[in-house]
Structures are given as C-alpha cells and as structure tokens.
C-alpha cells in the first residue's frame, strides 16, 4: 500500500496566502464594525450623563462645575466638581474639563467614551453660579452662551441665536486628540493640526458639531459632541421643579 504523500512547500505557501487574504479581510471588515461599536457606547454614556446633570439641575437649579481630567486616581478631588472661591466661577477650566462623575453619583466608567477617555463636559459660566442660575422665570428662560458651528459652515450657528447651549459633552473620538486618559494623561496632538477638534479640545465659547471626516488635515474631524440649551434642561426637569409650574 502506498504511503500518503503530504503537501509541497509550494502548496503550502499558498494556503497560508490565501488564508492571510480571509484573515486580513475579515479584520478590514469588521474595523468599520468596531468604530460604529465604539460610537454607539459612546452615545448610550451620553445619555446616562445627561440624565445625572438634569437630575442635578432638579437638586441643584445650577450646572456642576467639571472637573479635573488631569487628577490622578489617588488625588482628593478626582471626579468631583471644582467651584471657584468666587460664586459662580469654576476652578477647572479650557482643556482640563471633564465631566466630574463622583459629583453626579456616576460610575467611573460613565464618565468615559467608546474608546476609554474621559469625556470632556463644558458648562457655560453663567450655569453654574449658586442664584439658581438655571431656573424658569415665568415664561422666560436663562441663556447660557456657548456657541456651535460645524465644521462645513463654521461662520453659521447652530445653536439658537441669543440663546446658546447650557453646555456642551465631547467625546474626542478614535484618534482621541486632546481627550484625558482615565488615568490623567492627555492624548496630544500627532502630526497636523485639526482646527475644529483643537477648538473642542482647548475650551473657550466657540465649538464645533459635524460629521465625521477622517481625512487627514484642516477639515479632520472625529469628535462627537452633544449640547443642550437652558430652555431643554428645565423642561427636561419636569413639573415643579427648575422654576417649571
């Protein structure tokens, strides 16, 4: 009886190529997979950070300062809110903020995007003074004055003209650039500068919202951003509370 022949090297290496070629295709092909993953967690941590500031607003009639993504685990106000010595001022300003989660009764994890970093949390300085700055007046509501543009038409607001948002939640996206590390480090900037995330990124009253665009250069842009105006919190308080009858 004749003995089994096994296979050549030549046959060898092509279906080791061509098992390569299913390997890297189904990698290519889920990434796309991975990312949509990445941003779905990201919205769902949004909207559970959402529903602690409106329940903090009900308590509180006020925004929470942010606090200080630059804080080590071990430091003592690691997640909390940092008012200023002023009223109404908050410590923690620019590209430090983040959203101060043991102040909100959150988790550590909810505090962070898809990708792990900390989500960067912007309240407009006159949200978070101690006069129940977010508080129905009768039939008028308070401004807070952050502005947002996208990045296609950046001379054009989107947020309601002479209102402005209350606040602003920015995750950083994939590349994470200027996004906190869950353990105080920042994400710096690699290569080129991108002009509407660094906006995002290093504070001020001007923002950006927009799809995304991951083209390398001055129109790049990944981050995923939520605002809401005064007038949508207070109504999101519900009746009796926030100055609502």
């Known amino acids: 009886m004749k003995g089994q022949q096994g296979f050549t090297l030549i046959e060898l ?3 080791l190529a061509i ?12 990434g796309p997979l991975f990312e ?33 993504g630059a804080l080590q685990p071990n430091q003592l106000l690691y997640g909390r809110e940092q008012p200023g010595a002023k009223p ?9 903020a983040v959203v101060p989660w043991v102040t909100l ?11 792990g970093r900390r989500i960067s949390y912007v309240p407009a300085a006159t949200m978070t003074g101690p006069d ?25 607001e989107i947020t309601p003209p002479g209102e402005g948002a209350a606040y602003l939640l920015i995750s950083h996206g994939h590349d994470g650039t200027y996004g906190w590390m869950r353990g105080g480090g920042q994400v710096q ?23 995304l665009n991951e083209l390398r250069g001055p129109t790049h842009f990944e981050d995923v951003v939520r605002w809401r105006t005064a007038a949508f919190i207070i109504q999101s308080c519900g009746p009796a509370a926030c100055g609502n009858p």
């Open 132 to 156: 129940h700055p977010l508080r129905r007046q009768g039939i008028t509501y308070p401004s807070g004055g952050l502005k947002v543009s996208t990045p296609a038409t950046p001379s054009v």
């Open 36 to 68: 949509r993953a990445h941003i779905q967690q990201t919205q769902q941590t949004l909207d559970q950070i959402e529903s602690a500031l409106t329940l903090f607003a009900i308590r509180q009639d006020r925004l929470p300062c942010p606090a200080d």
């Open 88 to 96: 109404g001022s908050c410590t923690i300003v620019d590209g430090h």
């Open 189 to 211: 900037l690699s290569g080129a500068r991108h002009p509407f995330e660094e906006a995002n990124g290093q504070g001020g009253s001007a923002f950006y919202q927009g799809s």
């Open 19 to 30: 098992v390569g070629l299913l390997v890297g295709g189904g990698l290519m092909a889920s």
């Open 105 to 115: 009764g959150l988790h550590d994890g909810l505090s962070a995007d898809g990708w």
């Open 13 to 15: 290496s092509v279906v």
